[in-house]
């Protein structure tokens, strides 16, 4: 989309190592940058921030809620297609759920995270 972003981690760096790598032997591969989480690793309060792109800032806008001791934000737009999350404190499964919802249609809510009704499953986006 042309817009330029500084990500000043590593898996973007292996992401595009690997593609160049490909590339130069003889296998031509586009980079290809999924959404990556920014993990704030506190022991005490872990954090993982998907920035939305700065394409959807104007047109969209950050939905809180609380969900099962969570502080879950999420960033959609007019249409209700989520394009960033914040979620505190952080859990990874939680954070996959997430980041596999992006660019998913919601309508004008929000996708919220219940719990599973089986012991031992991890939660479910519901719409």
Known sequence: DGETLTMPYVAPLMTAARAIARTL???ATAIDFKAMPVLVKTPSYPI???PPPRSVMAEGGWHDSTEDGRAVSRF????GVLHGFGLAPHEPGLRQQLLAALGTQFGSEPPTVQKATQPGSEANIQN
């Open 48 to 50: 993982a921030l998907v």
């Open 25 to 27: 032997s003889g296998e």
């Open 76 to 79: 959609c737009d007019a249409k």
